[in-house]
């Protein structure tokens, strides 16, 4: 009972391309300490001017990313701190966790109480770090220090971000319904005659990468994958009530929002035995249950992804033409909004500050630009002023989705320079999850959900990459989980889901 849902005007923007790769930046800088020898507060001003006399606050902002980091990341990042603190009296000390250790990472810092100011978040972890009283409730907080943000935002995505009628993370406005792509080398397509855009399913796969591992050779894999993403989106079909635990979810066109066991749907499980077929075949890379960092280039690949997105991967992976099209929405739920948030420790001494150089992202061209591009005339250069940039280089490691809106960020050179618009036009469009606006409340039940959690990391890896045979492990692996709580789970999101939309 899919429903048609436009968002109150302006819904909106991006997720750039996943161009990422980077470490950790010099500074060994907690939460609440500064760089040199600025360390006390600031009461900065949000018309832009810097205090006189008072020493520059700098935060810690935890960032994903890979490795390595390039050569002038230093110096790119220092020229990002004389602009805000001459903006705001504000500066900001970036870290960067690796796509394969961004998980384990973010765990550590809230399990052990790591300082930091700013954590990127998303939807997988964000309700059970609120319930660990990992973040500051911003709630009255955001009107009063950053009322520029507070506006900027729709209410409806706010209102996606809510835990228990409070503010814990600010939103990234950016493409907030998903659409799903598949995208492909365009030398490969021409050469094996692909019809790509009628291509919709895993199963409509096989015969094309049949074709490309016969004619590429042994060590070709069509199907490249990591151990942590597998096929991304491969539950897209299922909405997780923002839980971040693929196992459990309800349809999002089912009608009745039923809570149901996921791998255990035959839709799923057909793609699954799929993937087994492939990793059996040698379509898959044979290390990807352990592979931790992914390839440059990927012959095909799946992502969340709007109209251009290609031409950002195309000087990622150094390819003339990727293709790409459309599989799945585009499609509102919960988890989709909750998809890139930025939240403020609990424990920070710069809430303020924090709030206003988020503010500042989000309404500062210049400052997108380069927490997005790098370093300008050096990582890119601007064709438009603010609206169009040409990339000079692939090496620039943070990624634009996890930052800020992209309504203020230049489209790049070779993308539609409509391109906001067309992401504006896509949610706009969007249908609806049937529980829309539900995030699962886990305060009562996280124990089950660690425990749950800890079964699904013996097998999710060699599941999601094909490995093991889906037929054999999944029976094994529900049946520990119902051991560890499932049902409980379960019991409580449906009674949750069924109050909540009385």
Same mark, same amino acid.
């Given at each position: *009972?899919?429903?048609?849902?436009?968002?109150?005007?302006?819904?909106?923007?991006i997720?750039?391309?996943?161009?990422?790769?980077?470490?950790?930046?010099?500074?060994?800088?907690?939460?609440?300490?500064?760089?040199g020898?600025?360390?006390t507060?600031?009461?900065?001003?949000?018309?832009?001017?810097?205090?006189?006399?008072?020493?520059?606050?700098? +935060?810690?902002?935890?960032?994903?990313?890979? $490795?390595?980091?390039?050569?002038?990341?230093?110096?790119?990042?220092?020229? *990002?701190?004389?602009?805000?603190?001459?903006?705001?009296?504000?500066?900001?000390?970036?870290?960067?966790?690796?796509?394969?250790?961004?998980d384990?990472k *973010?765990?550590?810092?809230?399990n052990?109480?790591?300082?930091?100011?700013?954590?990127f978040?998303?939807?997988g972890?964000?309700?059970?770090?609120?319930?660990?009283?990992?973040?500051?409730?911003i709630?009255?907080?955001?009107?009063?220090?950053?009322p520029?943000?507070?506006?900027?935002?729709?209410?409806q995505v706010?209102?996606?971000?809510?835990?228990?009628?409070?503010?814990?993370?600010?939103?990234?406005?950016?493409?907030?319904?998903?659409?799903?792509y598949?995208?492909?080398?365009?030398?490969?397509?021409?050469?094996?005659?692909?019809?790509?855009? &009628?291509?919709?399913?895993l199963?409509?796969?096989?015969?094309?990468?049949?074709?490309?591992?016969?004619?590429?050779?042994?060590?070709? /894999?069509?199907?490249? +994958?990591?151990?942590?993403?597998?096929v991304?989106?491969l539950?897209?079909?299922?909405?997780?009530m923002t839980?971040?635990?693929?196992?459990?979810?309800?349809?999002?066109?089912?009608?009745?929002?039923?809570?149901?066991?996921?791998f255990?749907?035959?839709d799923?499980?057909a793609?699954?035995?799929?993937?087994?077929?492939? /990793?059996?075949?040698?379509?898959?890379?044979?290390?990807?249950?352990?592979?931790?960092?992914?390839?440059?280039?990927?012959?095909?690949?799946?992502a969340?992804?709007?109209?251009?997105?290609?031409?950002?991967w195309?000087?990622?992976?150094?390819?003339?033409?990727?293709?790409?099209?459309?599989?799945?929405?585009?499609? /509102?739920?919960?988890?989709?909004?909750?998809?890139? +948030?930025?939240?403020?420790?609990?424990?920070?001494?710069?809430?303020?500050?924090?709030?206003?150089?988020?503010q500042l992202?989000?309404?500062?061209?210049?400052?997108?630009?380069?927490?997005?591009?790098?370093?300008?005339?050096?990582?890119?250069?601007?064709?438009?002023?603010?609206?169009?940039?040409?990339?000079?280089?692939d090496?620039?490691?943070?990624?634009?989705? $996890?930052?800020?809106?992209?309504?203020?960020?230049?489209?790049?050179?070779?993308?539609?320079?409509?391109?906001w618009?067309?992401?504006?036009?896509?949610?706009?469009?969007a $249908?609806?999850?049937?529980?829309?606006?539900?995030? +699962?409340?886990?305060?009562?039940i996280?124990?089950?959900?660690? &425990?749950? $959690?800890?079964?699904?990391?013996?097998?999710?890896?060699?599941?999601?990459?094909?490995?093991?045979?889906?037929?054999?492990?999944?029976?094994k *692996?529900?049946?520990?989980?119902?051991?560890?709580?499932?049902?409980t789970?379960?019991q409580?999101?449906q009674?949750?889901?069924?109050?909540?939309?009385?």
């Amino acid at each position: *009972m899919k429903r048609s849902f436009k968002l109150l005007s302006a819904l909106c923007i991006i997720a750039l391309m996943a161009s990422v790769l980077a470490a950790c930046s010099g500074s060994n800088n907690s939460g609440s300490s500064t760089n040199g020898s600025a360390n006390t507060n600031t009461d900065a001003k949000t018309n832009g001017e810097k205090p006189a006399d008072k020493e520059v606050p700098t +935060l810690v902002w935890w960032l994903i990313g890979g $490795t390595p980091l390039p050569k002038n990341f230093s110096q790119a990042i220092d020229k *990002m701190n004389e602009y805000t603190a001459e903006k705001i009296g504000v500066k900001v000390d970036i870290k960067v966790a690796s796509w394969g250790e961004w998980d384990t990472k *973010m765990n550590t810092i809230v399990n052990t109480g790591e300082p930091f100011d700013i954590m990127f978040t998303n939807n997988g972890k964000y309700s059970k770090q609120v319930a660990m009283g990992a973040f500051a409730d911003i709630t009255d907080l955001i009107q009063t220090e950053a009322p520029e943000l507070y506006s900027l935002i729709p209410e409806q995505v706010w209102n996606g971000t809510k835990i228990n009628g409070k503010f814990y993370s600010v939103p990234t406005y950016k493409d907030s319904s998903l659409s799903q792509y598949w995208v492909y080398d365009d030398k490969l397509v021409q050469k094996y005659n692909i019809d790509f855009q &009628n291509i919709k399913t895993l199963q409509d796969l096989d015969k094309p990468f049949m074709d490309m591992k016969a004619g590429e050779g042994k060590n070709f /894999y069509p199907l490249n +994958l990591t151990q942590n993403e597998g096929v991304n989106g491969l539950f897209n079909d299922y909405d997780d009530m923002t839980l971040g635990f693929a196992p459990i979810g309800v349809k999002t066109d089912d009608p009745s929002r039923k809570v149901v066991s996921v791998f255990e749907q035959p839709d799923v499980m057909a793609n699954l035995k799929m993937l087994h077929k492939w /990793y059996k075949a040698g379509i898959i890379n044979p290390d990807a249950p352990t592979k931790v960092e992914g390839e440059k280039y990927r012959p095909f690949f799946a992502a969340q992804a709007f109209p251009g997105a290609e031409v950002g991967w195309q000087i990622n992976a150094n390819v003339e033409k990727y293709v790409m099209n459309k599989t799945l929405g585009p499609i /509102y739920t919960t988890s989709t909004i909750q998809g890139s +948030l930025n939240a403020i420790s609990a424990n920070s001494k710069y809430k303020k500050e924090a709030l206003k150089y988020l503010q500042l992202v989000n309404t500062d061209s210049k400052l997108r630009n380069m927490l997005a591009f790098g370093e300008q005339d050096v990582d890119f250069k601007s064709v438009d002023g603010d609206r169009v940039v040409e990339r000079v280089t692939d090496t620039w490691p943070l990624a634009a989705y $996890t930052q800020g809106t992209f309504f203020n960020m230049a489209v790049t050179k070779g993308a539609p320079e409509d391109q906001w618009e067309q992401v504006k036009k896509l949610n706009e469009e969007a $249908t609806a999850s049937t529980i829309l606006g539900f995030a +699962l409340d886990v305060t009562d039940i996280q124990t089950e959900v660690a &425990n749950c $959690t800890a079964v699904l990391d013996k097998y999710k890896y060699e599941l999601i990459t094909g490995a093991s045979d889906p037929e054999k492990i999944v029976p094994k *692996m529900i049946s520990e989980m119902k051991n560890a709580g499932m049902d409980t789970i379960m019991q409580k999101a449906q009674e949750q889901i069924d109050n909540y939309f009385k």
